[in-house]
């Protein structure tokens, strides 16, 4: 079946308002990201570390209507690192695929600050391997204060200040995208504000990425574009044709931001690797809270969820057995 019919100018006014009138936006495709690359339990008990914790948190959001999962492997060692060895990556994978046969698994090429390129690419050549990666198209700069890690958490260690650029080189944006593409890996470009479509073309025009191109677009993180509408309409306009999106917002900004994607025909991804709170003042309890919701609220707008099949098909993804 061909996939153009998921394909439409975002920036068609009478487009959009006969797929409103019409219910005919495509199937909206749930992503979560259950846990980060920096913040742990110490920021939220419920926050899932271990890979037995991250695969149970997987099969709950499963049931709750992700078809994708987001996954940042934790060190066995040093539970408040992100990992940065393929086994780790290969042990979480493969609980997951024992409960959930046919999600799409997406691992972070992110990794957490400090990796060297090596590093992050370790991800890749986990066996089962992922069906996605993260590609960040450039590098952003953090300052940011993180609590201390008492007791009897595992791995304790001091607050401190973060305060770093995380670097990235056009020639480490393509060299991420040619391993993805060698491996059979589609990427999942990351993209935080609109200079980076400079970065995304660069890969067009290297031949690293192929359509359909499916770009994540993160508001509300430091040194990205604001989580306003005026912004993500921008960022819209710009898109290369065959382009699939998705919204984070980050913090309090998730929930505003994946409704208004709702409302674009975009996709969107939720996550204690992206908020900690469900409301304020009232910490999120899991993962398959925020999809409960966000599936909920979707379905309200008169918006179909995707079934993990037809996220296979919009993405252009093979298919896996359940």
Known sequence: MSQDRYFWDYRDPYEWMKKVSQATFPPLIITCAITGGLHGKEANENLPETAEEQADAVYEIYKAGAVSVHVHARDPENLAMTANKAEYYSRINGLIRERCPDIIINNTTGGSPGMSL??????????????????????????MTFGERKPPLPSPRPGFVFDQCVP?????????????????????????????YWVMHDLVRE?????????????????????????????????????????????????????????????????MEDNLYFRKGEKVKSNAQLVARIKRIAEEMNREIATVAKAREILGLRQRAR
């Open 168 to 196: 990235a080189s056009y020639g480490d944006v393509n060299a991420f995208a040619r391993t993805m593409k060698e491996k059979g890996i589609k990427p999942e470009i990351e993209l935080y504000h609109p200079g980076q």
């Open 207 to 271: 031949g690293n990425i192929d359509p359909p191109y499916m770009v994540q677009f993160v508001l509300g993180f430091q040194t990205s574009s604001y989580p306003t509408p005026g912004n993500v309409t921008a960022l819209i306009n710009e898109l290369p044709p065959k382009s699939i999106f998705s919204l984070i917002g980050v913090g309090p900004f998730q929930l505003p931001m994946n409704v208004m994607s709702i409302m674009l025909g975009g996709h969107v991804r939720v996550g």
């Open 118 to 143: 090596q590093e992050r690419l370790a991800c890749l050549y986990a066996d089962p391997a992922p069906d996605m990666a993260s590609l960040n198209l450039g590098p952003f700069v953090v300052k």
